[in-house]
């Protein structure tokens, strides 16, 4: 489940009292709301993907990549905590406005919040640089 996507009703119709994974109710919504200024800001569509990765790691990121709406103006964060792995996946027309340079230089200061102990604001800062760097769209 990516951030922002709609949390499935239990039988009773009523969400999950309980969040599954990493992050509290305030770090989702601060997660959330960098996605939606990413989003604005750049035209392209950011999207983050939190939890286990198969191998080969990077080709289960590109299938995760490939089953968004908007894949070639998509930019995929795909994180492992467990398994201490990182993608960022961006589709063709987000390539040109986001080069494998300068995704590498996101994931760089990714992995150095990460290793801090701050998951969520790791993949905010992440979102924030990958998003100034694709500018206005």
Not at 89 to 94: D, E, R, S
């Amino acid at each position: 489940m990516t951030v922002g996507e709609a949390r499935p009703e239990t039988e009773t119709g009523t969400p999950p009292d309980v969040l599954d994974g990493p992050f509290s109710t305030r770090q989702l919504l601060r997660i959330d709301e960098a996605l939606r200024l990413a989003d604005q800001g750049t035209g392209l569509v950011f999207s983050v993907y939190v939890g286990g990765l198969d191998e080969p790691v990077r080709e289960h990121a590109e299938q995760l990549h490939r089953q968004l709406a908007e894949p070639d103006r998509s930019v995929l964060i795909a994180v492992s905590p467990n398994q201490r792995q990182l993608e960022i996946v961006t589709g063709k027309y987000a390539r040109k406005r986001i080069p494998d340079t300068y995704a590498k230089l996101a994931a760089l200061s990714m992995v150095a919040s990460f290793g801090g102990g701050d998951l969520a604001g790791g993949v905010i800062q992440g979102l924030d640089q990958l998003a100034s760097h694709a500018g206005k769209g």
